[in-house]
C-alpha cells in the first residue's frame, strides 16, 4: 500500500524555501527562495544576506540611521541570490517559492531571469509602494503570481 500522508509539491517547494529562510542572519527579516523548472526539479536556492565576501560581523545589520550605515544598502534578498546562486541551465518558463512577496527590485531580476510563475507565503508589505510596484510589473509582462495556501501540516526535523 502507498504511503498517503507525503508532502505536496507545493509543501516541499515552500518548506525548502522556509528551511532556506534559516541560514539568514538577518536578526528581523528571514526570506529564503527555491526555484524549481516544470518538471519539479530545484534549480536553485537562496536567502537573504551579505554579498559574498562581505563578512556577517563587519556589516551592518541596522534598520535606521545613516543609510550608508544600515543594512539596506547591503543585503541581497533571496529572490535575487537564488537567480545568481544557480549552477547551470536557465531559469526560462522556472517557477519561483518565495516566503515573502518580491520588492520591485527583485521583480525586475525575476522577470528579466524568464522566471513566469511566484509563489509566495506572506504578503505583509501589500500596498507598500515597492508592492504595488512589483505587482504592476508581474501584471504588465504576465508573470502569474498566488499566494500559498496554508496546509497547517506540521514536519519536525531533528538536526
Ligand atoms: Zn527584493
Given at each position: 500500500m502507498k504511503r498517503t500522508d507525503y508532502i505536496t509539491w507545493d509543501e516541499y517547494f515552500m518548506g525548502i524555501a522556509l528551511l532556506s529562510a534559516q541560514?539568514?542572519?538577518?536578526s528581523n527579516t528571514q526570506v529564503g527562495a527555491c526555484i524549481v523548472n516544470c518538471e519539479n526539479k530545484i534549480l536553485s536556492l537562496g536567502y537573504n544576506?551579505?554579498?559574498?565576501?562581505?563578512n556577517d560581523d563587519d556589516m551592518p545589520w541596522e534598520r535606521s540611521g545613516n543609510p550608508v550605515d544600515t543594512k539596506y544598502m547591503y543585503v541581497c534578498h533571496a529572490e535575487l541570490n537564488a537567480i545568481l546562486n544557480r549552477?547551470?541551465?536557465?531559469?526560462?518558463?522556472a517557477k519561483l517559492y518565495v516566503t515573502l512577496f518580491p520588492c520591485n527590485e527583485c521583480a525586475k531580476a525575476i522577470i528579466q531571469s524568464g522566471i513566469r510563475e511566484i509563489v509566495y507565503l506572506?504578503?505583509?508589505?501589500?500596498?507598500?509602494d515597492d508592492n504595488i510596484a512589483s505587482k504592476k510589473m508581474f501584471d504588465i509582462v504576465g508573470v502569474k503570481y498566488r499566494q500559498y495556501e496554508t496546509t497547517g501540516r506540521k514536519l519536525e526535523i531533528e538536526l
Amino acid at each position: 500500500m502507498k504511503r498517503t500522508d507525503y508532502i505536496t509539491w507545493d509543501e516541499y517547494f515552500m518548506g525548502i524555501a522556509l528551511l532556506s529562510a534559516q541560514r539568514s542572519k538577518d536578526s528581523n527579516t528571514q526570506v529564503g527562495a527555491c526555484i524549481v523548472n516544470c518538471e519539479n526539479k530545484i534549480l536553485s536556492l537562496g536567502y537573504n544576506g551579505m554579498p559574498i565576501g562581505c563578512n556577517d560581523d563587519d556589516m551592518p545589520w541596522e534598520r535606521s540611521g545613516n543609510p550608508v550605515d544600515t543594512k539596506y544598502m547591503y543585503v541581497c534578498h533571496a529572490e535575487l541570490n537564488a537567480i545568481l546562486n544557480r549552477s547551470s541551465g536557465s531559469l526560462d518558463g522556472a517557477k519561483l517559492y518565495v516566503t515573502l512577496f518580491p520588492c520591485n527590485e527583485c521583480a525586475k531580476a525575476i522577470i528579466q531571469s524568464g522566471i513566469r510563475e511566484i509563489v509566495y507565503l506572506s504578503d505583509k508589505y501589500c500596498g507598500n509602494d515597492d508592492n504595488i510596484a512589483s505587482k504592476k510589473m508581474f501584471d504588465i509582462v504576465g508573470v502569474k503570481y498566488r499566494q500559498y495556501e496554508t496546509t497547517g501540516r506540521k514536519l519536525e526535523i531533528e538536526l
